[in-house]
T-cell receptor, first 115, second 114 residues
């Protein structure tokens, strides 16, 4: 148990659906991240929040919309996704924020399938 | 484009042998390097960090860094079947906006055969 909890673990959705992924960290960290992990591709950073403020947005399509209401919770709202968006979505947290010596604590991920 | 390159494997070693995992990175300015282990169906977990040239040892794991060659490696001594996993190499980069971010390689799948 890493202290980072993601729900749901698995999600199947149609291209017209709207769904949300939820992440909660119990570590008292100040930074939270969304990563996308596709087969045979590197982990891709999507969004970074530090002290509830978005500090990084890696040219992610607008059909992915993050929300960070407080330092313990992070959401990823999904709408009108494409089949190529099917992947494992990982949430992570770190103590202070994006920095060179920060250890990332990952959640178990949400395996998303878009039909 | 900042990149971290790893041989995707699979790398197969017998139990008790030394497993050697390699990684190269594109940005000469990178300062911090990490090895994460990811078991099948699980999330990545950090096993080693290294920031300066040379070796960093922790139990059966040794991380090696050569900044001149832009090369990072992970050695696993006395490999055990429980070490079978995908190993992700990551390097830090400074973005154009001045923030720091980690870039991951695709990972090397290691299988340790009993």
């Amino acid at each position: 148990e890493t202290g980072v909890t993601q729900t749901p673990r698995h999600l199947v959705m149609g291209m017209t659906n709207k769904k949300s992924l939820k992440c909660e960290q119990h570590l008292g960290h100040n930074a939270m991240y969304w990563y996308k992990q596709s087969a045979k591709k590197p982990l891709e950073l999507m969004f970074v929040y530090s002290l509830e403020e978005r500090v990084e947005n890696n040219s992610v399509p607008s059909r992915f919309s993050p929300e960070c209401p407080n330092s313990s919770h992070l959401f990823l709202h999904l709408h009108t996704l494409q089949p190529e968006d099917s992947a494992l979505y990982l949430c992570a947290s770190s103590l202070m924020g994006p920095a060179t010596n920060e250890k990332l604590f990952f959640g178990s991920g949400t395996q998303l399938s878009v039909l | 484009q900042k990149e971290v390159e790893q041989n995707s494997g699979p790398l197969s070693v017998p139990e008790g042998a030394i497993a050697s995992l390699n990684c190269t990175y594109s940005d000469r300015g990178s300062q911090s390097f990490f090895w994460y282990r990811q078991y099948s169906g699980k999330s990545p977990e950090l096993i080693m960090s290294i920031y300066s040239n040379g070796d960093q040892e922790d139990g059966r794991f040794t991380a090696q860094l050569n900044k001149a060659s832009q090369y990072v490696s992970l050695l696993i001594r006395d490999s055990q079947p429980s070490d079978s996993a995908t190993y992700l190499c990551a390097a830090s980069f400074i973005t154009q906006g001045g923030s720091e971010k980690l870039v991951f390689g695709k990972g090397t799948k290691l299988t340790v055969n009993p």
